[in-house]
């Protein structure tokens, strides 16, 4: 028997690139008895895929707002395309993980962006007048992310 076919108009998602950001340690802001705010920065990382190439420059930042449990993300940072093109990045998403997927991480285990315990999506939305990169800032994208090797590593896919 053969899958359904998915019904007229549904999305469909194409790999773009995987973005790897390097970071420094986490700066704790603070906030409340029921939220903790804090600064990462970013300190540089590469991009690489079918559709971007290029190295994340040292300067953003990543703000995390933790509630009971999930963080809700907001980094802003730049990349240089493989063309010398500057692209801005506003990438928003949500972090949580079990107890479990949180040990293994803490012990430096590779933890997989589809790791039942694990949920850690973005939605990067980008800017550019680079004719060569418009197309960036003219389409919807998501993130799957993980951390790995010490950097948050985010594949990145377009929305068709």
């Given at each position: 028997?053969s899958?359904?076919?998915?019904p007229a ?12 950001v390097d ?6 802001i603070?906030r409340?008895a029921?939220?903790?705010l804090?600064l990462?920065?970013?300190?540089g ?9 290029g190295?994340v420059l ?6 995390a707002?933790?509630?009971s449990?999930t ?6 940072y730049a990349?240089r395309a493989a063309d ?5 990045v506003?990438?928003?998403?949500y972090?949580r993980?079990?107890?479990d997927a ?18 850690f999506?973005t939605?990067?939305?980008f800017?550019?007048?680079?004719p060569?990169?418009r197309?960036?800032?003219?389409h919807?994208?998501?993130g ?9 590593c985010?594949r990145v896919f377009?929305?068709?």
């Amino acid at each position: 028997m053969s899958a359904a076919a998915p019904p007229a108009g549904m999305p469909r998602l194409e790999f773009a690139f995987e973005i790897r950001v390097d970071c420094a340690p986490d700066l704790h802001i603070g906030r409340g008895a029921d939220e903790v705010l804090t600064l990462t920065p970013i300190t540089g990382g590469t991009v690489t895929g079918p559709l971007l190439r290029g190295d994340v420059l040292a300067g953003g930042g990543d703000w995390a707002v933790e509630r009971s449990g999930t963080a809700q993300l907001e980094a802003r940072y730049a990349i240089r395309a493989a063309d010398g093109a500057v692209i801005e990045v506003l990438n928003r998403g949500y972090f949580r993980a079990s107890e479990d997927a949180l040990a293994r991480m803490d012990r430096g285990e590779r933890v997989p962006e589809d790791d039942p315990g694990v949920y850690f999506r973005t939605a990067p939305v980008f800017q550019t007048d680079a004719p060569a990169h418009r197309w960036l800032a003219e389409h919807q994208f998501v993130g799957l992310a993980r951390d790995e090797d010490g950097q948050v590593c985010i594949r990145v896919f377009v929305v068709r």
